[in-house]
Nanobody
């Protein structure tokens, strides 16, 4: 089972950019669906972006072309490039690794805080 950890969060101004990284340890990273979620206190956790083991990508409706997810299987790392950030993007961003068909292989990181100042 892979373990994941996030980095790259911080404080950014309205309209700015950040790159988040999710590094995974363990075997068979290439077989995992990797997702970024975000969490705001008192609100439901929502999917930001996903890069699946079959090569497809998915995005939350609110992304609207501002974010890009990519993975480097040689480095066991997933990136989330975020542009045109808005104050409503402020949240803890969490990385999830899930191996399709094997529910027990499902790992979460601790999260990284992203704060967008207006």
């Amino acid at each position: 089972q892979v373990q994941v950890g996030e980095s790259g969060g911080g404080l950014v101004q309205f309209g700015g950019s950040l790159r988040l990284s999710c590094s995974a340890s363990g075997r068979f990273f290439i077989d995992y669906d990797m997702r970024w979620y975000r969490q705001v206190p008192g609100k439901r956790r929502e999917l930001v972006a996903a890069t699946l083991a079959d090569g497809t990508t998915e995005y939350g409706d609110f992304v609207k072309g501002r974010f890009t997810i990519s993975r480097d299987n040689s480095k066991n790392t997933v990136y989330l490039y975020m542009n045109l950030l808005r104050p409503e993007d402020t949240a803890v961003y969490l990385c999830n690794a899930y191996r399709p068909g094997i529910p027990v292989l499902n790992s979460w990181g601790q999260g990284t805080q992203v704060t967008v100042a207006s």
